[in-house]
């Protein structure tokens, strides 16, 4: 499956943006997605997960409460809403997938399907 994210921008801290995530070649029915992100010099961190069936997602507890993920598996997308956003939330944002959920599934090294980023900068 291949995965373009967009949505990316330059928001002020407190404003809301929704990330998509376009999957093309297959359904997104049978793939856990998950969303990341990336600051330039720290390690890509996990930030939220939608299992197959699209039951109970998971979060980073940085961001829960704040951020929701969604899947429109007709559509082949994967969304991330992003609300209240906070300058720490700068940072490249990376659309992932993979057939199992399994114990690691907030780990890079699960992901075998990446897309490319979307930049996303929260002013202060």
């Known amino acids: 499956v291949q995965l373009q994210a967009s949505g990316g921008g330059l928001v002020q801290a407190g404003d809301s943006l929704r990330l998509s995530c376009a999957a093309s070649g297959q359904t997104i029915s049978t793939y856990v997605m998950a969303w990341f992100r990336q600051v330039p010099g720290k390690e890509r961190e996990f930030v939220a997960l939608?299992?197959?069936?699209?039951?109970?997602?998971d979060y980073a507890d940085s961001v829960k409460g704040r951020f929701t993920i969604s899947r429109d598996n007709a559509k082949t997308t994967t969304y991330l809403q992003m609300n209240s956003l906070k300058p720490e939330d700068t940072a490249v944002y990376y659309c992932?997938?993979?057939?199992?959920?399994?114990?690691?599934?907030?780990?890079?090294?699960?992901?075998?399907?990446w897309g490319q980023g979307t930049l996303v900068t929260v002013s202060s």
């Open positions: 939608s299992t197959r069936s699209g039951g109970t997602p």
């Open positions: 992932a997938a993979d057939r199992h959920l399994s114990t690691d599934s907030r780990t890079v090294r699960r992901y075998r399907y």
